[in-house]
């Protein structure tokens, strides 16, 4: 019975692997299974055990504040009367197996660090039947200007923050249980990746025309059946084509590109921001929701016919590291609205903040905390060794700008003296690029 029973194990496996090898697998395992099939068989089982299946989940919620809560962006004491799109809280889990990781976007202004924790804290609490420790939640935001005031510098007055602290509860906890339902969603998926370049004619650097990084990174997983899980697409442009005209909530040029990409592709479509500071804009002839919408349907448009040519990534063994670490704060006006409350963060002398470190195979994902430079997003990608490479602005923290030191120097970049009164100081750039070397290997 035992031999009978091997028998028919070991000629199952001997099928198996001949199909797998006319997938591309090497001859070794045929040979080796041919002529020592009993010892093979108990190999092959147990390597077929550890052997690691990618899974990817995903899921996304509403985060659309109520009436009245402060506009994020532009001046202080706006409030929304409307909404023209939702904004979302989107998760994907990302599991080899051994290193899962969690990507997590939200359509906002951007999360500071500590509302990152609370997140991250309260989706590890969430989570069941897979250990996804805190720090590989990479929370970050869109940095749409028709969003709420999640810091609090856009409240009724100098001295009052505008952050509504019921509804930023309410957001911590639904973007915690899009990381919690994305875990419990996945399932066995391949993951594909499309680069391209987006945002010609569309798209500039408002400070230093010439220094504009268009590249677009799409990551695509499908499910066993073919079917679209998630996508994930990182580009490097401010969604403000209604900033500061505008009462409606939005996720600007963004919400019209997640229209887009729903219409053809089901399952979640989240944005990664890029490198948008110093200072990355759309041409604004107007501010409209005309405007946006066109922007977004023309990098849509982009995004899906780089899409028409995925290639698949065979290997999705993931590796991540991270580094907490402080940043110098030179802004006296940043000590003085932690000082009053009015965000509510502890920032002093210093200021604390963390960077992440991704990879899927070959693909690479680094973190920036605010608003850097293409200057630091393409020193970041000089850092990876292989790529497709991406850039996470507004990742895991939103520290206001990250500037190039010729910005410090008087007056002589153009924004500059709005651009370095939202900048935390000219330490900033060197702390960050410090720590995301002593990480990326
Ligand atoms: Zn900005």
Not at 24 to 32: D, K
Not at 189 to 194: D, E, G, I, M
Request: aromatic content about 6%; hydrophobic content about 45%; some cysteine.
């Amino acid at each position: 019975m035992a031999t009978v029973a091997g028998g028919m194990h070991s000629a199952a496996i001997l099928v198996a692997v001949i199909a797998a090898c006319a997938l591309g697998c090497g001859q070794r395992a045929t040979t080796t299974v041919a002529t020592d099939a009993p010892t093979r068989e108990i190999y092959l089982a147990d390597a077929k055990e550890k052997q690691t299946v990618f899974k990817a989940g995903a899921a996304s919620a509403v985060v659309t504040p109520p009436m009245g809560t402060h506009i994020a962006g532009d001046a202080k004491n706006r409030r929304f009367t409307g909404i023209h799109d939702d904004i979302f809280a989107k998760a994907v889990v990302l599991d080899d197996g051994a290193t899962p990781v969690a990507f997590v976007a939200v359509d906002c202004i951007g999360l500071p660090y500590p509302t990152v924790q609370r997140i991250r804290r309260a989706a590890v609490e969430k989570l069941s039947g897979i250990t996804l420790p805190e720090e590989r939640i990479i929370v970050s935001s869109t940095h749409t200007h028709a969003g709420p005031d999640v810091i609090g510098i856009w409240g009724p007055d100098e001295t009052t923050s505008g952050v509504d602290p019921a509804y930023l509860d309410h957001l911590v906890e639904v973007a915690a249980e899009q990381v919690a339902k994305a875990a419990a969603a996945r399932r066995p998926a391949t993951l594909h990746v499309a680069e391209t370049e987006s945002g010609e004619g569309w798209v500039v650097n408002d400070c230093e025309p010439g220094e504009v990084d268009r590249s677009v990174v799409v990551l695509q997983c499908l499910d066993e059946a073919g079917v679209n899980i998630a996508t994930l697409t990182n580009f490097a442009c401010h969604p403000t084509c209604v900033d500061g005209t505008v009462s409606e909530v939005s996720a600007d040029y963004i919400g019209a590109f997640y229209k887009e990409m729903s219409a053809l592709y089901p399952g979640e479509h989240l944005f990664l921001q890029g490198a948008i500071g110093g200072w990355i804009q759309p041409i604004t002839p107007e501010r409209t929701f005309a405007l946006a919408e066109d922007y977004g349907k023309r990098f849509a448009a982009d995004v899906l016919a780089a899409m028409d040519q995925m290639n698949p990534v065979d290997d999705t063994t993931m590796r991540f590291a991270n580094k907490v670490f402080t940043i110098p704060v030179a802004n006296e006006g940043f000590k003085q609205l932690s000082a009053l409350g009015i965000v509510d963060r502890p920032m002093g002398d210093t200021v604390e903040t963390e960077v992440a470190w991704i990879a899927i195979g070959p693909v690479q994902i680094a973190t920036h905390p605010g608003e850097t430079s293409p200057i630091h997003g393409w020193k970041t990608k000089e850092l990876m060794d292989s790529g497709p490479k991406m850039v996470v602005g507004l990742g895991l923290d939103e520290l206001g700008y990250i500037l190039k030191p010729e910005y410090f120097d008087g007056d002589t970049m153009p924004h500059a003296e709005y651009l370095v009164s939202m900048s935390p100081g000219p330490e900033a750039g060197p702390a960050m690029m410090t720590a995301l070397e002593s990480i990326i290997p």
